[in-house]
């Protein structure tokens, strides 16, 4: 790219700070807003592609508000942001990203990051669990409610407040990642030393892991490639502050990644061949108003190494092509000549429509599939199911633009598990928001890969017995208002025959979880006026009632939904084999229910059917929080909850 084109784009880009390069430098702290239109860079395609996640640590932009810096990272064509402590939030407010943020800033939050499509998955902040253990557990909580892994670099301290321990146990009570990063050791970080991140990772669960710094590491005089292998060794390698220096010493200074002598490619095909994917947050800390020159020449590098990568795994050449034109479609759907060469399937609306390819594959082993398709601006949330065999890929179904802007997407790599004919089946399994429709599709192929599969077998669930969660005789591991459940004939039972139940009431585990599967079986009495149901990953709210997260519904006209709890007040996803779910049910008998959270995905069994798959889109909801079961307000009722287990799936 000619430099003197990317100096004017950045200078347009940020041309609302002021009539002139000169003032808008001159400023300490921004305070007028910032827009920036269009793109800077087409992002890390290839990267995603190789399952890596690679975004921007906020510090690169800290002259400007955290609002901007997600815009700028948005029009980088990045999907990731690290949060930094105490960063204004927005232009024209005073809030700052803490554990004390309101609960209004949070949302704010949510709602920006939603708009612009970026995920915040980490947050950097310093903890100091022995000076201030209650400050340190309120971050690691804080974590938790937004779903970020805690970067940070606390003192070290042999045992008690403090320790690894302390902060071990804390990560695992809220089910929070946390890395041990490096600052100078000039300036005493206590984690300069790579030995002593290693012997403090030691024995641990995989809660705790290292993060590497590049600039700090080299301008401590320290080789980062040789660091890297070491954590990746140990199996501790989560997280990078991504950067590239020109020189080893103090005196290096940061420059875009490829161009020192931080041996990035090698560093990147360590990382590839031990197939280790963590998070890489691109940091700089030098031109803070002039951050583009060195990020998007950074991008472009990264994204044609992992393109390197992803040309040794297979040519497109050797694809199999699925033209939409030779697919059979069920439902309402229509094949079209026009606009794609291959023909293209329209109007395809609902979860029963299927568009189904007969695929020869010359040899079995791994494909990357992709599908080219265009989906209109305002369709957001679908997801798109696609079968080989008994092996499943799920995938985001995310606009194009418009419904003639035809674009490619990877779903991810299917295993194929024999050579020959092979049915291939899509699907959607969440429909958008707001009654949008699914993509119209040209086609889908099939390249040959060395890399891992990203699919699944189907699941259904077992038989097997699980851990048990309630005892049969007790509260022993719940809370709850008493006087709205009881325990009778080994069942916990919710609400009352006798008197109308006049609020919502909760009977709630102890302790919280986040991936797992939980079991039992309710039964209704008075079925046509009695309404439950499963909450979980929730929390209570403070001096109410009520409690806010997701639901798996026990109510006779939407069996087995799933609703978002003095949240988002609505239901969540598409309601799935709705007739079958239906006839099966026994509406004064006992009835199984089978809740899986894996993840952003989350499924719900009906009597061995599957009434929901849904996949979390919306960043920074919570995926851990505690489990409840419900008796909703109204006439007299009583939902029956037995043979309650779980097993517990967080760390498998």
């Known amino acids: 790219m000619d430099l003197k084109v990317l100096c004017l784009g950045i200078v347009l880009a940020?041309?609302?700070f002021g009539s002139s390069l000169g003032g808008w430098a001159q400023e300490k702290q921004p305070v007028f807003g910032y827009t920036c239109y269009g793109r800077l860079s087409a992002g890390v395609p290839n990267a995603e592609r190789l399952g890596w996640k690679v975004g921007i640590q906020t510090y690169s932009f800290n002259k400007f508000t955290f609002f901007e810096a997600v815009d700028m990272t948005a029009a980088l064509g990045l999907k990731y942001i690290e949060a930094t402590s105490w960063m204004r939030l927005a232009p024209g407010r005073n809030d700052r990203i803490c554990a004390d943020?309101?609960?209004e800033a949070k949302e704010l939050l949510r709602r920006k990051l939603s708009e612009r499509r970026v995920e915040c998955v980490s947050y950097y902040q310093r903890i100091d669990g022995k000076k201030n253990p209650e400050e340190a557990e309120r971050v690691i909580r804080f974590c938790k409610e937004m779903g970020w892994m805690l970067v940070t670099d606390p003192h070290r301290v042999p045992e008690g407040d403090g320790s690894m321990d302390f902060y071990e146990d804390l990560c695992k009570k809220y089910g929070v990642k946390l890395v041990l990063t490096n600052h100078p050791k000039a300036h005493k970080s206590p984690y300069w030393n790579p030995d002593d991140v290693l012997e403090d990772c030691a024995g641990r669960s995989s809660w705790i892991g290292a993060s590497v710094d590049f600039g700090h590491f080299m301008r401590d005089g320290n080789v980062p490639l040789s660091i890297v292998n070491r954590y990746i060794a140990d199996g501790r390698m989560f997280h990078f502050h991504f950067r590239d220096v020109d020189a080893l010493g103090s005196k290096g200074r940061d420059v875009a990644v490829g161009s020192g002598k931080g041996q990035i490619r090698e560093v990147m095909k360590s990382l590839y061949d031990n197939g280790v994917k963590p998070l890489v947050m691109l940091e700089y800390e030098r031109d803070f108003y002039n951050q583009m020159l060195y990020l998007i020449p950074s991008l472009d590098y990264i994204n044609k190494v992992c393109g390197e990568f992803l040309e040794?795994?297979?040519k497109e050449e050797n694809a199999v092509k699925l033209p939409a034109r030779e697919a059979k479609v069920n439902g309402k759907m229509q094949i079209k000549d026009q606009p794609q060469p291959s023909g293209a399937v329209h109007f395809w609306d609902g979860v029963s429509d299927s568009i189904v390819w007969k695929a020869r594959v010359p040899q079995a082993g791994r494909y990357r599939v992709s599908i080219s398709y265009s989906l209109d601006a305002l369709s957001r949330g679908g997801m798109m199911s696609l079968m080989v065999g008994d092996r499943q890929l799920l995938a985001p179904a995310l606009p194009t633009a418009n419904w003639w802007d035809f674009r490619t997407a990877d779903m991810g790599v299917v295993d194929v598990r024999q050579a020959g004919e092979v049915a291939v089946c899509l699907q959607a399994v969440q429909l958008p928001d707001a009654n949008g429709a699914?993509?119209?599709?040209?086609?889908?192929?099939?390249?040959?890969?060395?890399?891992?599969?990203?699919?699944e077998q189907v699941y259904n669930p077992g038989k097997d017995k699980l851990e048990k969660l309630f005892d049969g005789k007790s509260f022993e591991g719940w809370e709850g208002d008493k006087e709205w459940f009881r325990v009778e004939k080994k069942c916990i039972v919710g609400g009352s025959l006798e008197k109308d139940i006049p609020q919502n009431r909760f009977l709630c585990t102890v302790r919280e979880y986040g991936?797992?599967?939980?079991?039992?079986?309710?039964m209704m009495k008075n079925p046509d006026a009695a309404n439950g149901?499963?909450?979980?990953?929730?929390?209570?709210i403070p001096g109410h009632y009520e409690m806010k997260g997701y639901q798996a519904d026990i109510i006779s006209w939407k069996w087995g939904a799933m609703y978002d709890e003095s949240r988002r007040n609505k239901f969540l996803g598409t309601d799935l084999n709705v007739e079958e779910v239906k006839k099966n049910v026994r509406a004064d008998g006992w009835n199984d229910l089978v809740l899986r959270c894996?993840?952003?995905?989350i499924r719900i069994w009906i009597n061995g059917i599957l009434s929901m798959d849904y996949t979390e889109q919306t960043p920074g909801i919570p995926q851990t929080g505690f489990i409840a079961l419900q008796i909703h307000q109204g006439k007299p009722s009583e939902v029956w909850y037995k043979d309650i287990e779980i097993e517990n799936l967080t760390n498998k």
């Open 14 to 16: 940020v041309s609302s």
């Open 101 to 103: 943020m309101s609960d």
């Open 312 to 314: 040794g795994m297979g």
């Open 438 to 455: 699914m993509p119209d599709v040209a086609w889908v192929s099939f390249t040959p890969t060395t890399l891992p599969s990203t699919d």
């Open 515 to 522: 991936d797992f599967e939980l079991r039992l079986k309710f």
């Open 533 to 540: 149901g499963v909450q979980f990953r929730s929390q209570r």
């Open 598 to 601: 894996e993840g952003k995905r």
